[in-house]
């Protein structure tokens, strides 16, 4: 499988789950480790848990074990009040962390177990924390970062040997393979390339995935979102590039507004949108861009601001087929009369939008 494909396309709830043994066990325990990794339902109160949770323990028969808190909550679950497992915002374990920041820092890119070791890591618990937490292996992390350094040299034309040499590949053929399957060209051709930058975004809904280049940012969406490998798969199709995992200033602003979006401090994103898409899709985005938070708008307003009164459907796909959520919102989207309609972030995360947007609009 390719890196790139690996990386950030499989939607956690893909990710399997622990043995049920090894996680009810972790559960009795309060295993610190296996947070982030699983939530569990308690089907006799109806609620669900982190792992950690200081409330009594249920019978084995009485747990459900899920993945993401949107799939507890389809499951008919309530966060629990004690550990809330809703509070996302949560910051980055800091064993994760220390993973990133040490991958970062190495000038090769390449953190052994050695090295751990060194920082006093155990390195299975953090590597199964790592995987937990960015959806991807830190041996695959470190790789895709390797290549995304050796990609910025043979960019400003250092020749190809040399960054093979750096990065450790002793063999030009091996090294040549690793690059292609990463960023589908061979490194001489990749000058002119370039590759969009993954990140995820925790958020009081949910995860989110931003996708970014210098152009600016290309995808949000949350990352359960039904279709999302999909418009992925689109993005490196349509710019010839590859989706590797990291971060750049557009990314970190969207962090920041994120937070003060979803803080109430301010609903209005100013961040550099660089969407891909027809120009009729591109001329429906820039419409609902008009739409002010705490406002809504139907499907046959939107068809008559856009001088399109006879296509409501067209608009309705357009809509649809949005990769910037919350910053295009196309969740100010409603029926004619009043009902919510389709969103691919799920309609109890539209709900919740329109609630916070009337909340905090001024
Ligand atoms: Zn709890």
């Given at each position: 499988m390719?890196?790139?494909?690996?990386?950030?396309?499989?939607?956690?709830?893909?990710?399997?789950?622990?043995?049920t043994?090894t996680?009810?066990?972790?559960l009795?325990r309060?295993?610190?480790?296996?947070?982030?990794?699983?939530?569990t339902?308690?089907?006799?109160?109806?609620?669900?848990?982190?792992?950690?949770?200081?409330?009594k323990k249920?019978k084995?028969?009485?747990?459900?074990f899920?993945?993401?808190?949107?799939?507890?909550?389809?499951?008919g679950?309530r966060?629990?009040?004690l550990?809330?497992?809703?509070?996302?915002?949560?910051?980055?374990?800091?064993?994760?962390e220390?993973?990133?920041?040490?991958?970062?820092?190495a000038?090769?890119?390449?953190v052994?177990?050695?090295?751990?070791?060194?920082m006093?890591v155990?390195?299975s618990?953090a590597?199964?924390?790592?995987k937990?937490?960015?959806?991807?292996?830190?041996?695959?992390y470190?790789?895709?970062?390797?290549?995304?350094?050796?990609?910025?040299?043979?960019?400003?034309?250092r020749?190809?040997?040399e960054v093979?040499?750096a990065?450790?590949?002793?063999s030009?053929?091996?090294?040549?393979?690793a690059?292609?399957?990463?960023f589908?060209q061979?490194?001489?051709?990749?000058?002119?390339g370039?590759c969009?930058?993954?990140?995820?975004?925790?958020?009081?809904?949910?995860?989110?995935l931003?996708?970014?280049?210098?152009?600016?940012?290309?995808?949000?969406?949350?990352?359960?979102?039904?279709?999302l490998e999909?418009?992925?798969?689109g993005?490196?199709?349509r710019?010839k590039?590859?989706?590797?995992?990291?971060?750049?200033?557009?990314?970190?602003?969207?962090?920041?507004?994120?937070?003060?979006?979803?803080?109430?401090?301010?609903l209005?994103?100013?961040?550099?949108?660089?969407?891909?898409?027809?120009?009729f899709?591109?001329?429906?985005?820039?419409e609902?861009?008009?739409?002010?938070?705490?406002?809504?708008r139907?499907?046959?307003?939107?068809a008559?601001?856009?001088g399109?009164?006879?296509?409501?459907?067209?608009?309705?796909?357009?809509?649809?087929?949005?990769?910037?959520?919350l910053?295009?919102?196309?969740h100010r989207v409603?029926r004619a009369?009043?009902s919510?309609?389709g969103y691919?972030?799920?309609?109890?995360r539209?709900q919740?939008?329109?609630?916070?947007?009337?909340?905090y609009a001024?």
């Amino acid at each position: 499988m390719k890196i790139a494909d690996s990386f950030p396309a499989v939607p956690a709830s893909l990710n399997s789950l622990p043995s049920t043994r090894t996680m009810y066990r972790a559960l009795v325990r309060r295993d610190s480790s296996y947070e982030g990794v699983f939530l569990t339902g308690v089907k006799t109160t109806g609620i669900f848990c982190r792992p950690t949770c200081r409330a009594k323990k249920p019978k084995p028969e009485n747990v459900e074990f899920f993945p993401t808190v949107s799939e507890a909550l389809h499951g008919g679950y309530r966060p629990c009040r004690l550990c809330r497992p809703m509070d996302s915002t949560k910051p980055v374990p800091a064993l994760v962390e220390q993973l990133r920041r040490a991958a970062e820092a190495a000038a090769d890119g390449r953190v052994t177990d050695k090295d751990l070791a060194a920082m006093g890591v155990e390195p299975s618990t953090a590597r199964r924390q790592f995987k937990a937490y960015h959806g991807l292996t830190f041996h695959a992390y470190q790789r895709a970062r390797r290549m995304g350094l050796a990609l910025r040299d043979v960019k400003v034309g250092r020749p190809v040997i040399e960054v093979q040499l750096a990065q450790g590949y002793e063999s030009t053929s091996g090294f040549r393979d690793a690059f292609t399957r990463i960023f589908g060209q061979p490194p001489r051709d990749a000058r002119a390339g370039h590759c969009l930058l993954a990140q995820r975004l925790e958020t009081p809904l949910g995860t989110m995935l931003a996708v970014a280049d210098d152009a600016g940012l290309r995808l949000l969406e949350f990352a359960d979102r039904r279709g999302l490998e999909r418009e992925l798969a689109g993005l490196r199709r349509r710019l010839k590039c590859a989706i590797v995992p990291g971060s750049n200033a557009t990314l970190e602003e969207t962090g920041r507004q994120l937070a003060r979006y979803f803080a109430g401090e301010s609903l209005a994103f100013e961040l550099p949108l660089a969407p891909v898409g027809s120009a009729f899709q591109l001329r429906v985005w820039a419409e609902l861009g008009k739409i002010a938070p705490g406002t809504t708008r139907s499907y046959a307003g939107m068809a008559a601001k856009l001088g399109i009164p006879k296509a409501p459907r067209a608009i309705g796909r357009a809509n649809g087929s949005n990769m910037l959520a919350l910053v295009i919102p196309c969740h100010r989207v409603i029926r004619a009369d009043g009902s919510l309609c389709g969103y691919a972030g799920g309609l109890w995360r539209k709900q919740r939008l329109l609630e916070h947007e009337q909340k905090y609009a001024r």
